[in-house]
């Protein structure tokens, strides 16, 4: 895939751009930390063709949400151990 789709750890905003830009990026809106939650595409031209892709491409996009809150509850509780470590 040319495109990644990635998720905001502060603010959860997800943003798609190409793979090759994908070097230390931060979130565009609050410079938070993202993360990636999958391939991404993206359509343009062909419009008759458009709504069938993008259905598949939600329900893809559903999952990988899923996975990705998933993910940063299980990175949040991690944090939450790790700074009750530094407590004890
Ligand atoms: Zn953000």
Known sequence: MEYIALKCEECGLVSILPRNYF??????????????????????KRVSEMTIDVEVNTKQLDKALKKAEKLAKVVADLNMEINNLGNE
């Open 23 to 44: 070097d230390g990026y931060g979130c565009i809106e609050c410079d938070g930390v993202v993360f990636v939650i999958g391939d991404a595409k993206i359509y343009g």
